[in-house]
């Protein structure tokens, strides 16, 4: 039926907005150790000195801490802060932290069918040979990164609904609903097949934990 065909290639699914494998990113170690300023005790006797630590974004910091030593004693270890009387010490700053990294697994190469849940996002009044339908506007999510976005359409004419049913699917879509109403909003349950189109999930989990250190001399003065 020509019509059927016309009204079928109108409706077939569109391509996904981001089909495109993302590159596995190596963790970045956004962690950076400053130097700690000399230190005014001003009218006390003692300063509080604690670590000073910047981390970045993919960064779960563990720990930070401190060990001082003046001259051969060690004055505090693997502190979180020290208090210090006026001197010269040797301040160790050690930073333990854990990197988050993702990894990307495929989840349909475009030949396998997967579960979706779809919602209308629009519609859009056609007319086909003298036949009028609605085409349906698509968002479909599922175990994968982004929105799979198709089309569908739904048969106004009576006469041809009659014969085709409500809805014209594409070629994606091998189960779905015997009806779904042309209404923005409407959501559904479908097992879509992403014609030529490669969907991914990418998943993240935190790396071992690492550690930096760097040491400085560090002054206290009145």
Request: charged share 20%; net charge positive.
């Amino acid at each position: 039926m020509k019509t059927l065909a016309r009204i079928t290639a109108l409706a077939a699914s569109v391509v996904l907005v981001a089909g495109v494998a993302p590159a596995n990113a190596a963790p970045a170690d956004n962690v950076s150790i400053q130097k700690i300023a000399k230190v005014k005790l001003k009218n006390k006797t003692k300063a509080k000195v604690a670590p000073k630590v910047k981390i970045g974004p993919a960064v779960q910091l563990v720990s930070k801490t401190l060990t001082v030593k003046k001259g051969s004693k060690t004055v505090a270890k693997n502190k979180n802060a020290v208090s210090l009387k006026a001197g010269s010490y040797r301040v160790t700053t050690t930073v333990k932290y854990k990197v988050l990294q993702s990894s990307t697994t495929l989840v349909s190469d475009g030949t396998t069918a997967i579960p979706m849940s779809c919602v209308v996002t629009g519609t859009e009044l056609n007319n086909v040979e003298g036949y009028d339908v609605t085409l349906m506007f698509l968002d479909c999510t599922g175990a994968f990164d982004g929105i799979y976005k198709a089309r569908m359409a739904y048969v106004n004419d009576p006469f041809l609904r009659s014969l085709v049913g409500d809805n014209i699917w594409g070629d994606s879509f091998l189960e779905h609903p015997n009806s779904v109403p042309p209404v923005t909003g409407t959501r559904f349950a479908a097992t879509v097949k992403p014609v030529d189109v490669v969907l991914y999930k990418t998943t993240q989990t935190l790396s071992v934990v690492k550690s930096k250190k760097a040491s400085q001399s560090l002054k206290v003065v009145r």
